[in-house]
Nanobody, 126 residues
């Protein structure tokens, strides 16, 4: 059974950086579309970034564009999210997700992802 496990969250000051990782175990995820979502306290889960199987196509929400970079290493079965210039509004639980069937025009839709990790918490202090 495939599992996704996030790591790398923590407490950081405004302007700081963190790199989140999402390790997939149980099966290779080469063919999967992968994404990061986040959920802040008392808010709905929102899309952050997605990447296709080859890493050649990425989709990033405007609010983090230029600050966050999504990448993947298929040999290591690991997804990454490099987060720079962090702001207090980036505080949230960050989840990785995978999909075998999502189309590129649907990557921002959480319901298109079949498998989710349990999340890692990012807190940005002002």
């Amino acid at each position: 059974q495939v599992q996704l496990v996030e790591s790398g969250g923590g407490l950081v000051q405004t302007g700081g950086s963190l790199r989140l990782s999402c390790a997939a175990s149980g099966r290779t995820f080469t063919a999967y579309y992968m994404a990061w979502f986040r959920q802040a306290p008392d808010k709905e889960r929102e899309f952050v970034a997605a990447i296709n199987w080859s890493g050649g196509d990425t989709n990033v929400v405007d609010s983090v564009k230029g600050r966050f970079t999504i990448s993947r290493d298929n040999a290591l079965n690991t997804l990454y999210l490099q987060m720079n210039s962090l702001r207090p509004e980036d505080t949230a639980v960050y989840y990785c997700a995978s999909s075998t069937s999502v189309f590129s025009r649907q990557v921002r839709q959480a319901e298109k992802y079949e498998l989710w990790g349990r999340g890692t918490t990012v807190t940005v202090s002002s």
